[in-house]
């Protein structure tokens, strides 16, 4: 990309379900591969549709813009709220939910840009097929390993 082609937002596209979805903002096809950002907006007492998962070919950092996330990183619940700043690491498994009544927004910050719109499409297509229930999970896990997630095994009973 140019100087002259420089635009703000230039992967502008929100992308979501019943509240819960993501703005892409920058990806990777705008910055080299570099970089992708996008903003994560979860509604208050929203808790996440997908499994915990890694990622191993990625660092993903989390700045809390509005309201609290609580991301649970290798079993550890840490709050994230606004002006706070959270870097997971390659290989941690997470996840995280909204604990409040509170919307929540946050800034997302992959690098490099190992993942991109393509993948909130799909997750959420299929969170949109299943009409409020629950998510084919075999899907969900098939759409995240094609992406590059790893999902977690589900805790103990």
């Given at each position: 990309?140019?100087?002259?082609?420089?635009?703000v937002?230039?992967?502008?596209?929100?992308?979501?379900?019943?509240?819960?979805?993501?703005?892409?903002?920058?990806?990777?096809?705008?910055?080299?591969?570099?970089?992708?950002a996008?903003?994560?907006?979860?509604?208050?007492?929203?808790?996440?549709?997908?499994?915990?998962?890694?990622?191993?070919?990625?660092?993903?950092t989390?700045?809390?813009?509005?309201?609290?996330?609580?991301?649970?990183?290798?079993?550890?619940?840490?709050?994230?709220?606004p002006?706070?700043?959270?870097?997971?690491?390659?290989?941690?498994?997470?996840?995280?939910?909204?604990?409040?009544?509170?919307?929540?927004?946050?800034?997302?910050?992959?690098t490099?840009?190992?993942?991109?719109?393509?993948y909130?499409?799909?997750?959420?297509?299929?969170?949109?097929?299943?009409?409020?229930?629950?998510?084919?999970?075999?899907?969900?896990?098939?759409?995240m390993?094609?992406?590059?997630?790893?999902?977690?095994?589900?805790p103990?009973?």
């Amino acid at each position: 990309m140019s100087a002259m082609d420089l635009q703000v937002n230039p992967a502008n596209e929100a992308i979501g379900t019943k509240g819960l979805s993501v703005r892409f903002l920058v990806s990777g096809e705008n910055s080299n591969g570099s970089v992708a950002a996008f903003e994560l907006m979860v509604p208050g007492a929203q808790r996440l549709p997908a499994p915990a998962h890694s990622h191993d070919h990625y660092e993903e950092t989390i700045y809390g813009i509005d309201g609290v996330l609580t991301w649970t990183v290798n079993g550890k619940p840490i709050e994230v709220g606004p002006g706070e700043a959270l870097c997971i690491p390659r290989g941690a498994v997470h996840r995280f939910d909204n604990n409040g009544t509170r919307d929540a927004k946050a800034l997302c910050v992959i690098t490099p840009a190992a993942i991109g719109p393509d993948y909130f499409r799909e997750a959420f297509g299929l969170l949109n097929a299943a009409a409020g229930g629950p998510p084919d999970k075999a899907a969900m896990m098939e759409i995240m390993r094609r992406h590059g997630l790893t999902p977690a095994a589900p805790p103990p009973a």
